[in-house]
C-alpha cells in the first residue's frame, strides 16, 4: 500500500467521521437535539444601589465626608510638622554648612504625606478605590508600630519604677505622655476607617456604574428590554429568556426596604 492510499483512507475516515467532531451550540450541546429558539429576555435586573446605605456612614456621616476631612487634617499636620522642624531645626549645626541630610529627609516626608492625603480627595473625585490603598497600607503599618512602640515603653516604664525609686512628677509625665500618646493613636484610627469606608463605597459604586452600563447597552441592541433597578427580582419560576439578572457575587445587596441608620 502506498503512501497516497494510506492517506486517502484517513482523510475518508475523518471525513465520515466529520458529524462526531461538530460543534453544536443548541440548548444541550449535542448535534440533532432541539435548537433553542426561546425568545429573548425581557428584563434585565440590577441590584440597588444606595447611597446612604450604613455601611457607607462612620460617626454619623457619609464616608465620602469623612474620608475628605481625613484627607485635610492629614495634610494640615504634615505641612505643620514641616514647618515646624524647618523653622526649629539648627541647620548650620553641622561644621560643612546646612545639613543636606535632614532637609532631603523632609523635603520627602513633605511631599509623600502630602501626596498619599491628597489622593484621598483623587480618589473620591474620580471614584477611584485604588488611589485609596497607599492611605489604607501606610497608616496601618504607622498604627501597628505606634502601638508597639507604646507597649515596649510602658513595659521598660514598669521595669524602672519597678527597680528603682521615681519621683511623682515622672509618674504624672509618664501618665501624660501615654494619654497623649493613645489619643494620637485613636484619631489615627478613626481616619484609617473613614479612609476604608470610603474605599468600600467607592468600589460598590464603580461596580454598580458598571452594571449600569452593561445593561444599557444591552438595551441599546435590544431596544425591548427593560432595565429594573432594585425592586422585587423574578419569581423562581420565570425562566432566564424571560428575565436576565446582573449582579456581582462580590456586591453587598441592601432590601428596599431597609431604612439607613
Same mark, same amino acid.
Given at each position: ?66 474620608? +475628605? ?30 545639613? *543636606?541630610? +535632614? ?16 489622593? *484621598? ?74 479612609? *476604608? ?65
Amino acid at each position: 500500500m502506498s503512501l497516497r492510499d494510506t492517506w486517502e483512507r484517513f482523510y475518508a475516515w475523518l471525513k465520515n467521521n466529520a458529524d462526531s467532531n461538530s460543534v453544536s451550540y443548541s440548548r444541550f450541546g449535542l448535534p440533532g437535539d432541539e435548537v433553542d429558539d426561546r425568545p429573548p429576555p425581557t428584563q434585565i435586573h440590577v441590584a440597588e444601589f444606595k447611597e446612604d446605605a450604613p455601611p457607607f456612614m462612620i460617626f454619623g456621616v457619609h464616608s465620602i465626608k469623612a474620608a +475628605v476631612i481625613t484627607a485635610g487634617i492629614g495634610i494640615s499636620i504634615t505641612v505643620f510638622i514641616f514647618l515646624s522642624i524647618f523653622f526649629e531645626f539648627d541647620w548650620y549645626n553641622n561644621k560643612k554648612g546646612i545639613d *543636606i541630610s +535632614v532637609l532631603v529627609g523632609l523635603v520627602l516626608f513633605l511631599l509623600v504625606g502630602v501626596a498619599i492625603h491628597w489622593q *484621598i480627595v483623587r480618589g473620591v473625585k474620580h471614584t477611584q478605590p485604588q488611589s485609596l490603598v497607599p492611605f489604607i497600607i501606610i497608616y496601618s503599618i504607622m498604627i501597628l508600630s505606634e502601638l508597639l512602640f507604646l507597649i515596649l515603653s510602658l513595659n521598660q516604664w514598669v521595669v524602672v519604677t519597678y527597680i528603682q525609686q521615681v519621683e511623682q512628677f515622672y509618674h504624672l509625665r509618664a501618665l501624660f505622655l501615654t494619654v497623649m500618646f493613645m489619643v494620637v493613636i485613636a484619631v489615627q484610627l478613626a481616619m484609617l476607617f473613614s479612609v *476604608i469606608r470610603c474605599r468600600n463605597y467607592l468600589e460598590k459604586k464603580s461596580i454598580h456604574e458598571m452594571e449600569m452600563r452593561i445593561a444599557e447597552r444591552a438595551k441599546i441592541e435590544s431596544p425591548g428590554l427593560k432595565i429594573v433597578v432594585g425592586g422585587s427580582l423574578p419569581p423562581p419560576h420565570t425562566s432566564v429568556a424571560d428575565s436576565t439578572i446582573i449582579s456581582s457575587p462580590n456586591r453587598t445587596e441592601f432590601p428596599t426596604n431597609q431604612n439607613p441608620a
